[in-house]
């Protein structure tokens, strides 16, 4: 009988604790946005943001798709060709890429490059004290550090998958062309035939959505960082799991929103 | 006359832990007061609560007169103007070079134009005893004492009201610190300002203080002048200022045993 008790104590407790986490990035996601529309701004760091969030990532993000469309139409060569459907490739290239791949794999890979960074650099902020000298020399913190980030993350992401776009769909039709035989012409004529302006719109949104949550969790946990290497290492792990396992939910809500 | 710095009855847990447990506390302007105490007393949750960096669970803490308690942001932004604070660690700012920590709180809390800003953040820096030639390196760039004596460039650059320490000789060599001690009482007496210092190093204490508060366990014990300190039959006093491991302080806590 106590186990039973002492089990659903422990369920109750984890999930009161979860909640009550949802609760606290809500509250720091809404004071961070409200920010947003209040000066003074800070432009050189926004303008700095850009450059590490969206520049810096342009080679991780382009080595990504290049290879993942080359990938795609290797693999959807040789199913379907089970299935005598081998001309589907073109169509099956530009839609899996626009609609899903480049924005949940740049979402993610950009999980790993910025939100890392800005959990560590604003944990470590938090950690020596530079947060609170912030706030003695009358500047908030949220305007000087979060919101950059959360715009940076909010508008580069969604350049970052439309030029991904671009290029995975280069991959897949430079493997379609050279390895697989297609003639140029048809394929092209087919992948532009196929593509209609809301899988693009869609796959953007996407990443609007993902840019904004990866900048907030990176944020968020450098914020509330724990104590010394270990709290930032800590913060570093958790800003990049939970903004990986959001990108996957999200990706899921918004498809759902978007195509049924 | 209304006092600075004035804390009544504050009090501050965390969690389960009662970290302040009624701390009353009072500054006259122009006045350098030293709380001494030793480690997790609650010596730096006092100083961030007139900061405002940690909100109080109840208690009053006002300034001029005024509670500060229950500001908005951007009116503790406002008051902020007025304070100056040393951090125990220096706490610069790392992606900037020197002159620009230093002039920070002139660029964004004054919206002073930059090159004026760099002007008097060159004057702070040779203030506090360091060239000229420091202002474009960065702060990693730059040893421990220096680190400290930049901060405290940044800490008075604004010309504040009130100045805050925050352990201001921890970490460093007896002579750096006893500069430190030197620039921090010419700075006060300089700009007229009231201070407010936390540490466990006595010979600082002496130093810097025009008045001293012992604080152990959450409540402020014990308050006198450097004089009085040393002529008082205050058994905690005592232990403390002979460092002395057998005492009040340590008897009544898990420290020893």
Redesign the interface.
Known sequence: MTLLLNSCQNIGATLLGFLASIGRVAFFAGQSVGHIFKGPFFVRNLLRQFMDIGYYSLPVVGLTALFTGMVLALQSYTGFSRFNAEGAVAAVVILSITRELAPVLAGLMVAGRVGASIAAEIGTMRVTEQIDALSTLSVNPYKYLIVPRILAGTLMLPILVLIGDLIGVFGGYLVSIHVLDFGVGSYLSQSWDTLETIDVVSGLTKAAVFGFLVSLMGCYHGFNSGRGAQGVGAATTNAVVSSSILILVFNYVITQVFFS | MTAKIEMNNVVKSFGSKEVLKGINLSIEKGESLVIIGGSGTGKSVTL?CV???IKPDSGSIKIDGQEITTLE?HEH??L??Q???L???G????SLPVWENVA??LI??QKMDKISARTIALKKIKAVGMDESVADLYPAELSGGMQKRISLA?AIA?TPDVI?FDEPTTGLDPIMADVINNLIRQCVKDLGATAMTITHDMASARKIADKIAMIHDGQIIWSGTVEEMDNTDNLYIEQFIHGRAEGPITNNSDIVA
Do not use: E, P
Not at chain 2, 91 to 94: I, K, N, P, R, T
């Open positions: 961030k900061l405002g960096l942001t932004d406002i902020m103007r304070f100056g604070m951090f125990q660690g706490a610069l700012f790392d920070f709180g964004h809390g940044r604004t805050f």
